[in-house]
């Protein structure tokens, strides 16, 4: 398996490689731009180039201070309380003129009256004052003087309230409240109740029945005991198809394009699934800031639910940069220019290019070269369909081999759910090879092969997964035209994640993985490049990049035919930003069709996570619990997202 990570043997980074990797990493997470201009722009929440004069527009600006106050004591009341504060959040900012202030307090009032509720606190009481006058003594057109104005919010938070009795009627009178979590004596926080509206007012809309709602809402909070009581009285509609699809806001996107990647055929039952689905198929087409798939308030003529489609679409051009640093690779650095929308029906362009171990070699041929055109168009044979090509050119020289090659491929994925995809494509390649067996093995090679995949993927996240689990199974069956040669590769893999507290913050993560080559007798029947090797930061840690395995007698990776890995993970959260992840690898790599598990390598480290919008910025520590002569005594490794 091909993985990510240093590539020579060696030790580890010293304090000016370190330095400039985590330097790098930051900048390969931060340097990717797009041909917009702004005044100021925020990087891991700090604001830079931002202008002195932001509030100059503010008509007559006043200033005001807060003191904020909870009774009771209950420190994790107060800092939800206080972190829910819009005057608290913009002190710093000023408000135009008294009117300002006041309309603001207001608006106070009611957000910290809400956050109460759901908390289950519906006999709180929030007093705030402005300049020592209680917020309702004030008249309307107070003036407040020039300010800073002082402004005390003090809040009694009550007690916390409990479910008394629920009742459903309506059409959902046959429905149990405990299916949606209504149960006498639990959670009455208003989140809980509109969770419990939502849930009921989807399992009514899943019988096809777009029209479900909640008519009529009676809630009573009875003091002296302190619970609610809650009366729902819910309409369900009628069964209906989809009507029409009607779409705006596009631009340079086809709308008829639009409203049939929507995937909605006219007639076909109502289902909230094929909406949810709808509005995320165009979002994965990228071409799209934001897609809002709705219904209509009524059937049509012919008793169907017309659909509302609205989209904003991107800017359709964008480019980028990017740079990475390894105290075993060198400098790399990277480019892409690409096109989201060629046609008007979302077809994808993309150029790239890369260069990298700059530094690491004074010979420019000793570099890494990487050059690719790849080419998208979706909805082919169907909307869940896309059918992609690509060329692409590159010259590398890792320790196991060096290659120059050119090569094209075209398929075709389609999305069978949600959760399942296939793929299957056909590839040429012609490339040149030297490896460790030198010329006892042939170095040219011209190979048709057809890659075909399966995923299934259930996880509540890409990037940073609480829970789920996901699975891939690939087979790829190759002919060498030079050499006579036909194998079938196979590899398989398994991720999954499950959150061990209510708020994700510990999380353990497992991930397994194997893989097999057969149809040849000898591991030289079969290219360098296409062989498998483990090690290095998306494998066993604590290794070299491809350093598990066999190697020749100078030490060099040979590469097998097959290969399996484990890796086991616990992802712990510090703060809301920063998290820290000990962590362990196993792998092994052999030359026989199936793994033999004869020399099982072992890493162990800790990691550290920064959150982010994008992802979370890893960088992990790892050294080799059961070395080998040559190997790091420790490594380290920064990328995006978790390690898997």
């Not at 009921?200 to 096809?208: A, H």
């Not at 619970?227 to 009607?246: C, W």
């Not at 990475?324 to 989201?340: A, C, F, K, M």
């Not at 991930?511 to 007798?521: E, K």
């Amino acid at each position: 398996m091909l993985s990510e990570g240093p590539r020579k043997k060696g030790g580890g980074l010293d304090g000016r490689r370190l330095l400039r990797a985590l330097l790098a990493a930051l900048i390969l997470a931060g340097a990717t731009t797009a041909a917009t201009t702004a005044g100021a722009f925020q990087l891991f929440g700090f604001r830079f180039f931002e202008s002195e004069n932001e509030d100059a527009d503010i008509v007559d600006p006043i200033h005001y201070t807060v003191t904020f106050e909870v009774a009771g004591g209950d420190t994790d009341l107060t800092k939800q309380l206080r972190d829910a504060s819009a005057m608290v959040a913009d002190e710093k900012r000023p408000v135009s003129g008294s009117l300002g202030v006041l309309a603001k307090a207001r608006s106070e009032r009611e957000l910290l009256v809400s956050e109460l509720y759901r908390r289950a606190r519906y006999d709180g009481v929030v007093n705030i004052s402005i300049a020592g006058t209680p917020l309702d003594e004030l008249p309307p057109d107070a003036e407040l003087g020039a300010g800073p104005v002082p402004v005390s919010i003090v809040i009694d938070p009550g007690t916390v309230f409990t479910l008394g009795d629920v009742v459903l009627k309506g059409d959902a009178a046959g429905l149990s409240p405990v299916s949606f979590g209504l149960v006498r004596g639990g959670d009455a926080s208003s989140d809980a109740i509109l969770k419990a509206e939502a849930l009921i007012v989807r399992t009514l809309k899943e019988e096809g029945r777009p029209l479900a709602k909640v008519t009529n809402r009676e809630i009573v909070a009875d003091h002296a005991t302190t619970t609610l009581d809650v009366t729902m009285t819910v309409e369900a509609g009628p069964i209906a198809g989809y009507g029409a699809t009607t779409v705006k806001g596009t631009e340079a996107m086809d709308r008829d394009f639009t409203a049939y990647m929507a995937g909605l055929k006219r007639g076909q039952t109502y289902s909230p699934v094929d909406i949810d689905d709808a509005r995320q198929r165009l979002l994965n087409l990228e071409v799209f800031n934001s897609v809002a798939v709705n219904e209509a308030d009524a059937l049509d003529a012919n008793g169907q639910i017309p659909i509302n489609v609205a989209v904003s679409e991107r800017k359709r051009r964008y480019f980028g940069i990017g740079a990475s640093y390894s105290s075993t690779d060198g400098l790399g650095i990277e480019g892409y220019w690409g096109h989201r929308n060629l046609f008007g029906h979302a077809e994808k362009l993309l150029i790239k290019g890369s260069i990298s171990r700059i530094g690491e070699s004074s010979d420019v041929g000793q570099l890494d070269y990487n050059a690719s055109i790849m080419f998208e168009k979706p909805g082919v044979l169907g909307p869940p369909s896309k059918f992609f090509t690509t060329i692409a050119a590159v010259s590398e020289h890792p320790d196991a081999y060096d290659r120059q090659a050119v090569g094209g491929e075209l398929g075709v994925s389609y999305d069978i759910t949600r959760k399942q995809s296939v793929s299957a494509s056909a590839k040429v390649e012609y490339s040149k090879i030297s490896d460790a067996f030198g010329s006892i093995a042939p170095n040219r090679y011209l190979i048709f092969s057809t890659p075909l995949q399966y995923v299934y993927d259930n996880r509540d996240n890409k990037l940073d997964p609480k829970k789920g689990w996901r699975a891939l199974v690939f087979a790829e069956p190759s002919y060498d035209t030079i050499h006579g040669t036909a194998w079938l590769k196979l590899r398989g893999e398994a991720s999954i994640y499950q959150s061990l507290d209510a708020n994700g913050r510990y999380v353990g993560a497992l991930r397994v993985a194997t893989g097999s080559i057969v149809g040849v007798d000898n591991v030289t029947d079969i290219p360098a490049d296409r062989r498998f090797y483990a090690g290095g930061g998306g494998s066993v840690r604590g290794y070299a990049y491809q350093g598990v395995g066999p190697k020749d007698a100078r030490g060099q990776p040979t590469g097998g035919l097959s290969y399996a890995e484990a890796s086991v993970e616990m992802r712990m959260g510090i703060t809301d930003t920063i998290g820290i992840v000990p962590f362990v690898d196993a792998g092994t790599v052999s030359l026989e069709e199936y793994p033999d598990f004869a020399d099982v390598k072992v890493g162990a480290g800790l990691g550290l996570r920064y959150l982010t919008p994008f992802g979370p910025l890893r960088l992990d520590a790892a050294v080799p619990v059961n070395p080998s002569p040559g190997d790091p005594s420790f490594a380290i490794y920064a990328g995006i997202g978790q390690a898997f």
